[in-house]
DNA sequence: CAAGTTTTGGCAACCGGTTGACAAAACTGG
DNA sequence: CCAGTTTTGTCAACCGGTTGCCAAAACTTG
């Protein structure tokens, strides 16, 4: 066996003693075909009951107006009756089409995905398509290695923050449609969230608030996204003609954040903005926990408004990205590329906004 | 068209402008073939170059032992050369195996189900199957519906707090192996957290505080969970001899939370237990509103320990349910089942134990 | 070394739809 | 009413593995 089984760290007890149910054959033998115990209807069975050819059948069920309209009623009727549904796998095969497609995201257990896969999955069920998703584990060569996994089962493929190179996606674009968020790649489509409308409000708003000086605690080093926030913080800054730093971080979490504490706090910058709302609520936590007073001593904005993001005390001011949007508006994009027009290779780009909460305000007079 | 264009609510931008990139063909014409552009490698071709007959390929490629060691390697050697990958569709066609389970949680939103997903899904990809995901809306109709979809692609399912009928869940086990999370239904395996250990802590924590009346906020009136835990507490409460109450919730959210505040206070209990965390969130935000401090006026204990419980001030003690491990352990049991050993229909119980943090204490001395 | 036993490999049918090529039928217009 | 055109239906090959059955090869044993 190639695989490690899976173990509890916390002594879970199975009680291997049967329910006191009857147990009456159910679920213990599962059904040898692939379909429910009895075997499913074919089209085979279909055209038998409507007195045709198989594959007329085939041709009313996938190509409309291919076929008479009482024909068309015939067998509609018999699929019906027969309460039929194709079998995805036999229809697979020669067609290649499997009305699935993949999402792989960093990390499952970041927030930020969360409403990504909700908006992804969203759409796919609509539209009639399945979602398969996978899981990077941060890693670039465990994302390849998934994304080619799922290439072979799917008609397309959503790219969460990947990790791999621009080389690698566009390699994998050339097989089947790709579509990248929170990234841009040449000759990818991609969703990524412009961030100069929601930074500018956010700094704007610290500026009226007599903020002078800005930290930006900075995320993975080559994260495409913490390059353009910085470059948006900076931009902002600038224009508003204060004083921006940069601060880096270890790792893009709570705990991130907390050590980041000191570093942001040897800047002497009254205000600080990070990289996502996990980086801010850990500094929160951590300068909290040192005595600090926020938004009195410091203000702090974040990125993203993951859920819980409004859980904090003050809860948190945040440039929303609109998470769900990118999550559906890819899975939209890709669906219409796989529809036929597949040609605009574009980027879609959605707003960003200050979400002005408890976190940030005027800095309390010393005393 | 049966669908509707998903549609965006905040004006994405849409720069139909390609990008400037060359676009040299790259993701422009998705290969029409269900593999890559070059026609993926078959057993056949493996054959060719091994110099051997296909279904001694196929042979040597699924069950192990039932060809020569060096027919064997041959075979492995061609196939590492043409970098073969079997066809996912080709083999569940003739078999009925998928290599794919399917996972439906009621509420992709709910963070309850973040965990469980991602317990799963790492399962999943350490045994190398595929995870399917799917979300009901909370619709018992609706989850009946994707489960009926999803048994045609998938090997076996786990339903992560299911709300349809015994019956309906019962039925779909004829056909393949079910795994049920967070509810008991005869005759089916189910994982399920174990209150009574947890529960205890907490009451007994609580009690020790000098705590002498005990209101538990219910969830859905049919949560098979939510009667688990109000029983829990009843019992605890009686051990411990102190009085429970009940109080009913509209919906298991933030927002449940807040609305059931009067109510909460309405009862005069010193210490409140929810049905889940998102409730004791909603709660506690609502109580601190009105100007009453956790704990010293009120304590408060959430359920779960989901992302997000340790955001708040006072952060929220909490009865921790291991909701990965659930996630894990379905999969396993799932899987387990899948691999022949299918008879111990049981149920696999996982430990509770308190988180003890912030929000719940000693009653300040009335001043 | 021959007879008996076990491995190993090859053939061919099968899973259940899809699709190009073609025949039959229905319809058009002169 | 017939030639020409369009619609509708049929046939058969195909997608790429899997597997039961049997023959050939390799190995054991008396």
Redesign the pocket.
């Known amino acids: 066996m190639p695989w490690q089984p899976a173990r509890f760290c916390c002594h879970p007890v199975y009680d291997g003693a049967v329910t006191e149910s009857t147990n009456s054959g159910a679920a213990a033998a599962p059904a040898k075909?692939?379909?429910g115990d009895k075997?499913?209807?074919?089209?085979?069975d279909i055209a038998k009951v409507a007195g045709?050819?198989?594959?007329?059948v085939?041709?009313a069920?996938?190509?409309p107006?291919?076929?008479?309209?009482?024909?068309q009623k015939l067998i509609e009727d018999a699929a019906a009756e027969l309460n039929?549904q194709?079998?995805p796998f036999?229809?697979a095969?020669?067609?290649g089409r499997t009305s699935t497609f993949g999402l792989i995201v960093a990390d499952i257990t970041n927030p930020t995905f969360f409403d990504i896969i909700r908006g992804a999955e969203t759409t796919a069920t609509v539209r009639d398509y399945t979602l398969v998703l996978a899981e990077s584990a941060e890693s670039a060569v465990t994302e390849l290695t998934a994304a080619r996994r799922m290439m072979a089962t799917v008609d397309g493929l959503i790219l969460a923050s990947p990790r791999m190179d621009d080389d690698d996606i566009r390699t994998l674009a050339r097989d089947k449609p790709v579509v990248v968020i929170n990234r841009e790649v040449d000759g990818v489509p991609c969703v990524v969230p412009e961030v100069r409308k929601g930074i500018g409000e956010a700094v704007r708003s610290l500026a009226a608030n007599g903020h002078r000086k800005i930290a930006f605690v900075a995320g993975p080093p080559k994260s495409w996204m913490s390059a353009r926030r910085w470059e948006g913080v900076r931009a902002a800054c600038d224009w508003s003609r204060l004083e921006a730093v940069r601060v880096e971080s270890s790792k893009p979490t709570v705990d991130g954040g907390r050590q980041v504490a000191r570093d942001v706090l040897a800047t002497d910058a009254t205000a600080v903005l990070t990289y996502n709302d996990l980086l801010a609520i850990g500094l929160m936590q951590e300068l909290q926990a040192g005595g600090m007073v926020v938004p009195d001593d410091i203000s702090i904005v974040g990125f993203d408004d993951i859920f819980g993001a409004d859980f904090t005390t003050p809860p948190l001011t945040t440039v929303r990205s609109p998470l769900g949007e990118c999550g559906s508006g890819a899975a939209s994009l890709l669906l219409d590329l796989l529809h036929g027009n597949g040609d605009p290779v574009g980027t879609l780009r959605v707003e960003t906004e200050l979400v002005l909460r408890g976190s940030s305000g005027r800095l309390a007079p010393k005393g």
Not at 52 to 56: A, D, F, I, K, Y
Request: proline share 6%; hydrophobic share 30%; no cysteine.
């Open positions: 075909r692939g379909r075997s499913a209807a074919t089209i085979y045709v050819n198989p594959s007329t085939s041709r069920l996938s190509k107006g291919r076929v008479s309209a009482k024909t039929y194709v079998n036999a229809r095969l020669p067609t």
